[in-house]
């Protein structure tokens, strides 16, 4: 079964500085790798996702992560963050379930905090 | 379209009374899924379904029962709350196979006095 790890619980950061989120997942066979992000009081949204192809996602809002197969990571990176960026993000790998069916395995969660 | 939709946002139960959550969604999903969020600890699978009238356990089952009576449809029940329940609680839909991409509720916040 896969696990996901995801280093920090806390990360502080100023505005307009670069962040990175970090994640591991268990397993080098081929997964599906996700970044969801949850703001306060609400569910998870996707971020990004990675399935197939180029190693480096993108996200609409700045954000992208980059699969790295040989470490078994998938970091998430922003260069310049701002305020509202301030959320919770969750790392999620998918996982076989019987029938063949696929279930998300999800990291801890990192609560990015944006300092003025 | 509403996406994931989830009765009632809050919710204040004493030890021992029940009750019965409500997730809908309207994208013809066939799986659905249960998932209990507490501090540091993630999101954690309760039940799911894998199509009408069909469930099976997660990760942390006990003191949990689902239905899914109708596709779009996937109860969740206490049936005698404990304060180790006090949690949020979200749904979400899967075309399950595939991806495994999920789409979710916005929650339902549950306190167990």
Redesign the interface.
Known sequence: AQSVTQLD?QVPVFEEAPVELRCNYSSSVSV?L?W?VQYPN?????LL?Y?SGSTLVESINGFEAEFNKSQTSFHLRKPSVHISDTAEY?CAV??K????????V????TRLTINP | NAG?TQTPKFRVLKTGQSMTLLCAQDMNHE?M?WYRQDP????R?IH?S?GEGTT?KGEVPDGYNVSRLKKQNFLLGLESAAPSQTSVY?C?S?W????????????TRLTVT
């Open positions: 619980s599906y996700f969801y609400q569910g998870l949204q996707l996702k399935l969750f998918s996982d379930m019987i029938q063949g069916a696929q279930k998300l999800f990291g801890q969660g | 994931v799986y899924y540091g600890m993630g999101l699978l799911y894998v099976a979200f979400a899967s399950g196979t595939g991806t495994g991409e999920q789409y979710f509720g916005p929650g």
